[in-house]
Nanobody, 126 residues
Framework: QAQVVESGGGLVQSGESLKLSCETS????????MGWFRQAPGKDREFVAA????????HYADSVRGRFTLFRDNSKTTMFLQMNSLTPEDTAVYYC???????????????????WGRGTQVTVSS
């Protein structure tokens, strides 16, 4: 099973920035749409953002659009989530996924065949 490993979480103050990383193998990186979900305490896991295999298409949740930016670094087989203007509502565990089987209009949403990381904690204090 492919490994997907997140890093970069931490504790910041409201208004500050963080950059999360999600690294995977070459084979998985070159063939997968990738993205992020998050789960806050007591809430369901929710979609955050996704980027297509070729890095051209991006899809963001309304709650993060304009503040979060996704990009891929092919040389590092790593996807990055730049998070700016963070608020306490962004506090959650952030999970990265990689999926080779997404297609069509729903290319941005992971299927049951997606590979998931174990998550990285992001805490934003007010």
């Amino acid at each position: 099973q492919a490994q997907v490993v997140e890093s970069g979480g931490g504790l910041v103050q409201s208004g500050e920035s963080l950059k999360l990383s999600c690294e995977t193998s070459r084979g998985t990186f070159d063939s997968s749409a990738m993205g992020w979900f998050r789960q806050a305490p007591g809430k369901d896991r929710e979609f955050v953002a996704a980027i297509s295999v070729n890095g051209i298409n991006r899809h963001y949740a309304d709650s993060v659009r304009g503040r979060f930016t996704l990009f891929r670094d092919n040389s590092k087989t790593t996807m990055f989530l730049q998070m700016n203007s963070l608020t306490p509502e962004d506090t959650a565990v952030y999970y990265c996924y990689a999926d080779r089987t997404t297609f069509g209009d729903r290319w941005w949403y992971p299927t049951d065949d997606a590979y998931w990381g174990r998550g990285t904690q992001v805490t934003v204090s007010s």
